[in-house]
């Protein structure tokens, strides 16, 4: 029963952990929008050149990534195989904590893009991927 009872915490900050990043991350998406549409506005800025399809491919490479670990990976640690609990949440953590810094590199990519004079448009993919990645990569607790 010692076990059991040391197992809940983990589990409960287990949840407030990935969920407190996941949250701040997400929101930082946003905030890149912001701050972007605001440096835009107060700057002269060039074209981005061969860099667009450069981060275009690299965004695309970077959210195959992040689909293979939420769809292969994690439901695999989600499902408890013979792994001991507190093992299967540490390799979950660094699987969540992986899912979202991918995510959040793909909105990074549109920043840079952003700021190297690419179009509102242009942008906006990388923003609204990034987006979609996150809500794919709501953290879910293993039972």
């Known amino acids: 029963m010692n076990g059991l009872l040391q197992g809940q915490p983990d589990l409960r900050a287990f949840k407030i952990f990935v969920r407190v990043l996941y949250f701040t991350l997400f929101a930082a998406v946003g905030l890149y929008w912001f701050v972007l549409e605001f440096l835009k506005r107060e700057s002269e800025l060039g074209e981005p050149g061969i860099l667009e ?3 275009g491919a690299v965004g695309a490479v970077t959210a195959l ?3 293979f670990l939420r769809f292969s ?3 695999s640690l989600l ?3 013979s792994v001991e609990t ?3 949440l540490t390799q979950l953590r660094a ?4 899912c979202f810094v991918l995510a959040e590199s793909v909105a990074l990519y549109g920043f840079l893009l952003g700021l190297l ?3 509102t448009g242009d942008t906006l993919v990388f923003f609204l991927g990034a987006a979609v990645l996150f809500l794919l990569c709501y953290p879910r607790v293993p039972e």
Do not use: H, K, T
């Open 79 to 81: 499902a408890g195989s």
């Open 65 to 67: 990534a992040v689909l």
């Open 73 to 75: 990976r994690i439901p």
């Open 117 to 119: 004079g690419a179009s």
């Open 86 to 88: 507190r093992q299967r």
């Open 53 to 55: 399809p450069v981060f």
């Open 95 to 98: 699987s969540y904590i992986l």
